[in-house]
């Protein structure tokens, strides 16, 4: 018997199934070992986007944010053509299919927040800004309980596409120096009441990279809770959430 936990629950499986050597080099698993290789290569290019992020995957991301990500962009490495095993990981061609993931796969920003905005890059893709015309907060802000303020980030990370590397036998970035790099801006705590307000948010990319062709610009808009107490202000647990909103 092997055990194992899964989403907070203790569960129990008996052992079986081929063994690692089979898989390894039996004739009958030549297709498992090609998607093997096809989904390490989509984890691998799932944890550089959130290495990117890593400044607000823990308080607006969830704990399946990495499972998602790599069904995401193994969906896209089955769309593309070639040997199978070693088929390309390129966001650059499947921008769309990242566009409006939800890195809190059990709130969503929308579910929270929808005031309407507008997210662009500049030509040469080294600056994104987010722009969200004037409302009212307590109008299109559904706050957790106990909330008083709240906070709007705009995040980007750079994500080089992906190739199989027979010298190594794994995938690796096209772009490794442009990979895996991310960046964030916050607006002002803003209190949740009936008071007017705008937003405008811009950031850089890191290191004040162009980014090549082969590497995209993912953009995120989240929302984070604020209670206030005696005068200091402090982060709620619940309530926090963020978008992918764009890819440049």
């Known amino acids: 018997m092997s055990f194992y936990t899964s989403n907070g629950e203790y569960l129990a499986r008996t052992a079986g199934g081929p063994t690692k050597e089979q898989i ?5 698993f030549v297709r498992t070992r090609e998607n093997n290789k096809e989904f390490g290569g989509s984890a691998k290019v799932g944890k550089a986007l959130r290495t990117a992020l890593s400044g607000v995957v823990q308080t607006m991301g969830g704990s399946n944010l990495a499972a998602r990500l790599t069904a995401v962009f193994k969906s896209i490495n089955s769309r593309a053509t070639g040997i199978r095993g ?19 796969e059990k709130l969503s920003l929308t579910s929270v927040f929808n005031a309407p905005y507008e997210v662009e890059a500049n030509a040469e893709r080294t600056e994104v800004s987010l722009s969200v015309p004037s409302f009212v907060p307590m109008n299109f802000i559904k706050a957790p309980a106990g909330a008083t303020k ?39 705590l803003t209190p949740i009441g009936n008071t007017p307000v705008t937003f405008s948010l811009s950031l850089t990319v890191p290191n004040a990279i162009e ?7 993912v953009t995120c808009l989240g929302i984070e809770f604020y209670q206030e107490v005696s005068g200091t ?4 647990a619940q309530g926090n959430t963020m978008q992918i909103i764009g890819v440049f």
Do not use: H, W
């Open 24 to 28: 390894n080099n039996g004739a009958n």
């Open 233 to 236: 202000d402090y982060l709620l």
């Open 150 to 188: 709240f906070r709007l980030t705009l995040a980007c990370g750079l994500v080089s596409d992906y190739s199989f590397d027979d010298s190594t036998r794994n995938y690796e970035p096209d772009n490794p120096i442009q990979n895996a790099l991310g960046n964030t801006t916050s607006g002002a």
């Open 86 to 104: 070693k088929r390309p990981i390129a966001l650059t061609t499947s921008k769309d299919m990242l566009r409006g993931l939800e890195l809190n």
């Open 211 to 217: 980014p090549d062709n082969d590497v995209s610009v």
